[in-house]
């Protein structure tokens, strides 16, 4: 069993705080587990009150970007039951998102068992209702002290919790964006690294000024292949077939993309896993074998899109006629909520 030295709080602020309906990570449970890596292996693995850090300004992450982070949800079941969904997945694009900035693998004992007993120590944060998770943040940073540009020798490894209620996503607009991009092959689109999520931010603040919600990415080279919405994964359902953009270095590995995938193999759905080019969603929008578009996320689960716009063409799309994507949404909310069959073993149990 992992050595980790737990310090509890001595009064949970959960007496405070009702956990119904309350926004994104904005609030977070009474305890964090830190770990450090110096002189080549993880030590100090604390659990302890949740509390800031103190850095010196010159810490590495904050120049030179080597900032990784997985987002893993947990449910507390009819009974009672803690579970984390498919946290070995996001453990695994954990370290490969480490190897891509140059910083240390994480041990699948810190990673898997430090968050199991982190979330036992604040199960009771889990909130109960439909639609509601616990949102598990692990991440890791440079904590070297110096501005000289090479990787850090030392980093910190920390999980926070966030009770979520619903990621109301209305359905969204979005345009597809042509200016700037996300990802290029040999780049680190396929890894969560932070800097990932700091490009993103204009290009969607010039969408929002435009009146959509986020921006659908296209490749560096043509802006004609679909990569990514937003910070989701992209789904498509073309004459009854399930369409995605196959994964390559450009996109993210997303666990919720992969159990939708397997969802609709379980129903006996088409899935094509392949490059999607704007021009051929046009077409198939125009002859009106496109039925179905929506985002795959793990803050979102599945996000719909009512309007997709490209160039002069506007694509309006009735989501109260989406009929699979709702089902596989359904489907998933049952295995999470043991109502229905844990077949493929997702659900681990705290
Ligand atoms: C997700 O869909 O879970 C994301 O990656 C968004 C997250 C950064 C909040």
């Not at 579970?83 to 994480?106: H, Q």
């Not at 002290?145 to 969204?172: Q, R």
């Not at 009929?323 to 659900?347: E, T, Y």
Request: glycine fraction near 8%; proline fraction near 5%.
């Amino acid at each position: 069993m992992l050595d980790i030295n737990i310090t509890k709080v001595e009064r949970s602020k959960l007496n405070d705080l009702t956990l119904e309906n309350i926004p994104f990570g904005k609030y977070f449970t009474d305890h964090m587990l830190e770990a450090d890596f110096e002189n080549g292996e993880w030590g100090n693995i604390e659990i302890k009150p949740y509390q800031p850090l103190v850095l010196d300004p010159s810490v590495s992450a904050l120049h030179y970007g080597q900032s990784i982070f997985e987002g893993i949800k947990a449910f507390r079941q009819d009974d009672g039951e803690a579970f984390i969904f498919r946290p070995y997945e996001n453990f695994k694009r954990f370290n490969l998102s480490a190897e891509r900035m140059n910083m240390p693998e994480v041990p699948e004992e810190i990673f898997i068992e430090g968050m199991r007993q982190l979330i036992e120590l604040d199960k009771n944060w889990i909130p109960t209702q439909a639609d509601h998770s616990l949102y598990i943040r692990p991440f890791m940073f440079a904590t070297d002290f110096l501005l000289g540009v090479k990787p850090s020798d030392t980093y910190k490894f920390l999980i926070i919790l966030s009770p979520v209620g619903p990621f109301h996503a209305a359905p969204m607009k979005i345009a597809v964006e042509e200016k700037y991009t996300r990802a290029a092959p040999g780049g680190v689109g396929f890894s969560k690294n932070a800097g990932n999520y700091g490009g993103s931010m204009l290009p969607a603040t010039r969408a929002k000024q435009m009146g959509y919600d986020q921006v659908l990415w296209t490749d560096a080279f043509e802006h004609k292949w679909l990569q990514e919405v937003g910070m989701m994964n992209i789904g498509f359902v073309i004459d009854n077939t399930f369409v995605t953009p196959m994964l390559e270095d450009t996109i993210l590995k997303g666990v919720t993309r992969d159990s939708v995938i397997t969802i609709l193999k379980d129903m006996d759905i088409k899935v094509e896993e392949r490059k999607v080019s704007v021009d051929e969603i046009v077409n198939e929008y125009q002859n009106g074998r496109l039925t179905e578009i929506f985002g795959m996320g793990t803050a979102a689960v599945i996000s719909y899109i009512k309007k997709l716009k490209y160039r002069d063409v506007e694509m309006e799309f009735d989501i109260n006629g989406f009929s699979i994507s709702p089902k596989v949404k359904q489907a998933l909310d049952d295995i999470r909520a043991g109502k229905k069959d844990d077949r493929h073993g997702w659900m681990f149990k705290v």
